[in-house]
């Protein structure tokens, strides 16, 4: 018996190091992010680091600067509580942001994970616009929003409320809610948490956003902040707040009876060729194309393109997808590679390249109509890929 158990034991060993190596081996940057850390001689922070400059969650109640190097779009999706965005294409175009900021004031910056180049890019030019505190948070996003709350646009409560796919909660005082709030949102105070926790959903997946009055409120964060430490796995504020919402001419519980319909565009649902177009500008219907990529039914007509380099798709990439560095070539140039007659969809690792490569090819004024990206978190060994589909922000 003694003998059974110490094998057991050993066993047992054996699996959680196995786990842990597995876990150490995917929690580090790829080759090409660590040589860029190396060179540009930056510093890598952890998550529980992150997590105690984020602080109060609001942007004058952090600790630190936190800088989304990804494009606008993602950063509107979902980004960490506080965080400004200065994507790495755009970094003269975002950074007056920081006019005002000391040099020696901490910057935390993060993209789309481990495999991602756009943080180390804007921290690297960061320090050379003189700030001297700059750190990698590079397991960026997507380890953050797996273990906390998000921080959400207009636009994705705008969307979840008329489409009824999130909880609303105010968090405000009760009086203030009753005096305006966003229609179909309920009200559950900081204040009454624990009294009022009997009105949080069963269902620990469901989507809930949470808001109280601007950037400067806390009490959005402090419901959040609950909500997750009871185990609520989807949880974001609406950091922007009622103040931003009425900005936006939307209807309030007050102002609604005054308010007309508003009639929407109908969009086109597929392309020429057959594509079916996602609800975001420039996408191609994530599921939509998820379902083809699992059954091997990608058409013919559809050409992925992998716009990463050429050591990352080396590595592994979407079965049937060539390879071109987007970032290297002019729009001209990149739309001069591609396959004649094909519905083009590029991909990355985090979407945000693609979305990059999009964005340069409509803002040169060149035809887009049968050119889209996929909006997906995608990580290959070989053809054997993982891919989580990201929600679109319209």
Known sequence: MK??????????????????????????????????IDNFKLE???????????????????????????????????????????PDTEYDKYVGQLKDT?????????????????????????????????????AGEPEWSKRNYNEVDLAVIKSAQSKNSAILIDARPYPKYLQETIPGSISIPDTKIDELKGRFPVYHMEKIIVFCGGYKCVKSHNVAKKLVSMGYGNVSVFAAGVPAWKKAGLATTKSASTQKPVTQEKKAQFSKNGAKIGTDEGSIDGEWLYSLIKEDKVPSFIQIVDVTSPQ???????????????????????????????T????????????DAWTKI?????????????????????????????????
């Open 344 to 355: 083009i969809v590029f991909n990355c690792t985090a979407g945000g390249r693609s979305m």
């Open 102 to 138: 000391p040099k020696n004031k901490e910057i935390l910056v993060f993209c789309g994970g481990w495999k991602c180049t756009k943080s180390p890019k804007v921290a690297d030019m960061l320090k050379k616009d003189g700030f001297t505190n700059v750190k990698l948070y590079q």
């Open 312 to 342: 990352e798709y080396k590595s592994g990439h979407l079965k049937g997808a060539i390879n071109i560095q987007a970032e290297k070539y002019s729009a001209k140039d990149l739309v001069s590679k591609f396959p004649k007659g094909k």
């Open 362 to 394: 409509k803002e040169a004024g060149l035809d887009i109509s049968e050119v889209f990206y996929f909006d997906a978190n995608i990580d290959c060994k070989g053809n054997n890929c993982k891919i989580e589909v990201n929600e679109p922000l319209e």
């Open 3 to 36: 003998t059974i158990l110490k094998s057991l034991v050993v066993v047992g060993l054996l699996i959680v190091g196995t786990f842990a190596n597995s876990s150490d081996a995917l929690a580090k940057p790829s080759a090409k992010v660590q040589s860029m």
């Open 44 to 86: 890598v922070v952890d998550y529980n680091y992150a997590k105690a400059k984020v602080a109060k969650g609001t942007r004058n109640g952090s600790k630190a600067i936190f800088i989304d190097a990804r494009p606008n779009k993602k950063y509107k999706v979902g980004t960490i509580p506080s965080s400004l965005n200065i």
